[in-house]
């Protein structure tokens, strides 16, 4: 975005030259635009709205999460809530994801705000002025919300309450549905067919979903599985540390090493 043009109506340098477009626009700390008309090309414009889209989809897409997770039916994280706060304004109990609401909405409007950059790179005869009374509107207010929803999200995130015991028991209301993935691979590296291994594991696990009934205690009480995997194999399938061993690495691969002696996220499940 750091470009600027002083090169006449129509782009030729015909009265100050290249040479002083160059000299004015260092000093002003800017690169003299390649090519020009009467205007810099729009295509950098909605370059730059699109990165601010782009940034406001990914807060919208961390704040659908949050607002997932907080569902009173869910409830393994949610917003800070102060102590004057207010929630839902007919129910009193009811904390609503204010915060993540409002994201979800300004992101709409930065999204829209790109189509109208993209609609400005087309001009006639590459110089009107078209543009110019929509890039009033929409390059501060799309700069200025980015900068809000970044600030409010990243406070919310540091300030965010999670609840781990939430989360173990929702994993254990599926009464060990979740780990069926892992029998089926755990059976077919013993040596069991894979259709043969997939059958198996579909059949136990239909029933136990329309039963309501245990997923483990069924599979071990059914020989076809019994008979590649031994209880103790089994534990192993069922070992919730199996599945979470290696997420202290993917943190530490994103935010960097944590210090020693610190407990981890797997630990601390």
Known sequence: MAIGKISG????ASHLGTEMEERICKRLGLAPAPVASQVIQRDRHAHYLSALALIAATLEKIAIEIRHLQRTEVREAEEPFGGEQRGSSAMPHKRNPVISEQVCGLARVVRSNMMAAYEDIALWHERDISHSSVERIILPDSTILVDYMLSKMTALVSQMRVFPQ???RNLDTTQGL????QLLQDLVEKGMPRDDAYKAVQENAMVA???ESNFRDR????PRITKFLT???LDHTFDLQRQLRNVDKIFDRVFGA???GERGIANNA
């Open 9 to 12: 109506a129509v782009g030729n």
């Open 166 to 168: 939430r989360m173990l």
């Open 178 to 181: 979740v780990y069926s993935g």
């Open 209 to 211: 979903w329309e039963s």
């Open 219 to 222: 599979v071990a009480n059914d």
């Open 231 to 233: 209880p103790k194999e």
């Open 258 to 260: 944590h210090p020693p």
